[in-house]
């Protein structure tokens, strides 16, 4: 239960971090624009690694079979 709770909660705040990646990625606003280059390496190493948390969470867990046995 708490796995799934951590799960959600995780995938909430990967889906904002897609979001705010997207706007760094397709926005024209000045002060974004003379940054660019920093913001979406910052954006795309914080997305990536929540995105991979995310999938692993929601991945069901594999039994053991050497301890069923």
Request: glycine content about 0%.
């Amino acid at each position: 239960m708490l796995r799934k709770i951590i799960a959600v909660l995780v995938t909430l705040i990967t889906l904002w971090a897609i979001k705010e990646t997207v706007v760094i990625f397709t926005t024209a606003d000045a002060d974004i624009a003379k940054n660019s280059a920093f913001l979406k390496l910052a954006s795309l190493s914080i997305t990536i690694p929540l995105a991979i948390a995310s999938l692993l969470l929601w991945r069901p867990k594999q039994k053991e079979e050497s301890n069923e046995q």
